[in-house]
Nanobody
Framework: QVQLVESGGGLVQAGDSLRLACAAS????????MAWFRQALGRPRKFVAG????????YYADSVLGRFTVSRDNPKNTMYLQMNSMKSEDTALYYC?????????????????WGQGTQVTVSS
């Protein structure tokens, strides 16, 4: 049984940093891609960042490029999202996801597995 559990969310001020973690269990290395999405209140779920199994390939949404960094520690079965220079528009519920249905397009929110989400709130 696959389980993804996010942690690290909280309330920060604009300009601060925060690191999210996603602990995975039960995953098989089918294609190994994992990703972060976020959903602001009343808005659709949007892609934030993705990472390949090896960590050698990453991809970011334009809105976070240069501020956020995705990484993974496979022996610990954990993916991270380091968020720097945070803005109020980063406020959202952040989800981790694994095994995209469309491996050629990580940005599509169609993944086999999802976590429950962790809330990030940035005050201005």
């Amino acid at each position: 049984q696959v389980q993804l559990v996010e942690s690290g969310g909280g309330l920060v001020q604009a300009g601060d940093s925060l690191r999210l973690a996603c602990a995975a269990s039960g995953l098989t290395n089918s294609n190994g891609v994992m990703a972060w999405f976020r959903q602001a209140l009343g808005r659709p779920r949007k892609f934030v960042a993705g990472i390949s199994w090896s960590g050698g390939s990453t991809y970011y949404a334009d809105s976070v490029l240069g501020r956020f960094t995705v990484s993974r520690d496979n022996p610990k079965n954990t993916m991270y999202l380091q968020m720097n220079s945070m803005k109020s528009e980063d406020t959202a519920l952040y989800y981790c996801a694994a095994e995209p249905l469309y491996p050629w397009n990580w940005t599509v929110p169609e993944y086999d597995y999802w976590g429950q989400g962790t809330q990030v709130t940035v005050s201005s």
